[in-house]
């Protein structure tokens, strides 16, 4: 999902860095029972708003426990959606209320981490996608410290090469779609003010270790959303295209040679070929004055060359 700019500033906090698990609420066995669906039902139609008498930090420890409900509904319509609202569009849960969740939610992407098939990739998953909505936020309006900002940086980065578990859309469980949301991550990160040069290549390596790795070939948007992050490395002012140009060279489709080649060979092919595309019209829809864009695009452009 794109997240639309915000201008509002805040001031960083200089207090010291606090992650635990069992503050405001927050406990990561906390059950979703405490409220039942009709109650988030009601939450998630009035704007999001929790009713009289209730608070947002007091309702995010059994919100936090729904992101990992088979239950699409309650995972994906509601607790994400909610979240979406209470850290970014309304900011109702304040940097001390998130810290907690933060916490919670590195620790999620490492639950049975390497397992296949299973429910557990939900809660992974989509603590992912809420980590990519606090750092939206921290882009906008900053209120991590850089302490911080490396543990989510480091815990993404473990995490994309750590998940096996690939599907992207189920009919009875809706979106696991883990893939997507380490991308939608790594595109935020991308984005920080405290992001080094040096961390653009780790960035990108992620990246190409999970479109090499992958034994699916993605089909539900996954390399979109992965060139998506690439493009956010491309806007900086800092780019380095030094590490770019070594990126693409490690990413370059090389098509079979063989008459029979293996199941693997043809899927990395597939998907290095379909994200460089992806890449290369986002890079060409940019505004003409856009930094970078140009020769990055003239560099995905010979980089595809000779694949199709």
């Known amino acids: ?60 420890g059994p919100l936090s426990a729904m992101l990992g409900s088979p239950d699409p509904e309650m995972r994906d319509e509601i607790a994400y959606k909610t979240f979406f609202h209470w850290i970014y569009q309304d900011r109702t849960l304040s940097p001390d209320d998130l810290r907690p969740l933060i916490a919670e939610w590195l620790s999620n992407l490492t639950k049975d981490v390497g397992s296949t098939g299973t429910d557990a990739v939900l ?64 595109k935020f990160l991308g984005r920080s003010r405290y992001l080094k040069e040096s961390d653009q290549a780790s960035i990108l390596g992620a990246i190409n270790r999970k479109m090499r790795s992958a034994e699916i070939v993605f089909t539900f948007g996954e390399d979109e959303r992965m060139a998506r992050a690439v493009l956010s490395i491309v806007a900086r002012k800092d780019f380095d295209s030094r590490a770019f140009q070594e990126w693409l060279t490690n990413c370059k489709p090389v098509p079979p040679t063989s008459a029979s080649p293996s199941l693997g060979e043809l899927r990395t092919d597939q998907n290095l070929k379909n994200m460089l595309a992806k890449l290369e019209v986002l890079l060409v829809s940019l505004p003409p004055d856009a930094p970078h864009a140009k020769e990055a695009a003239e560099a995905v452009e010979k980089t595809l060359n000779g694949s199709f």
């Not at 992650?19 to 609420?25: A, K, L, M, P, S």
């Not at 405490?34 to 939450?43: A, P």
């Not at 992207?168 to 991308?183: D, L, V």
Request: glycine share 6%.
């Open 1 to 60: 999902m794109l997240l639309s700019a915000i201008t509002v500033l805040c001031l960083l906090s200089t207090a010291p860095i606090a992650w635990t698990q069992t503050d405001r609420g927050v406990q990561s066995g906390q059950s979703q029972s405490v409220y039942g669906k009709d109650f988030w039902q009601s939450v998630a139609k009035n704007d999001c708003k929790p009713p009289a008498g209730k608070s947002t930090a007091e309702l995010s």
């Open 123 to 186: 809660r992974r998953s989509f603590s992912a996608l809420v980590l990519s909505v606090v750092m939206a936020r921290d882009n906008a309006a900053p209120f991590l410290q850089e302490e911080e900002f490396r543990r989510i940086l480091n815990g993404a980065i473990v995490y994309a090469d750590a998940e096996k578990d690939l599907r992207g859309y189920e009919p009875e469980k809706g979106w696991s779609h883990s893939a997507a949301h380490t991308a939608d991550l790594l």
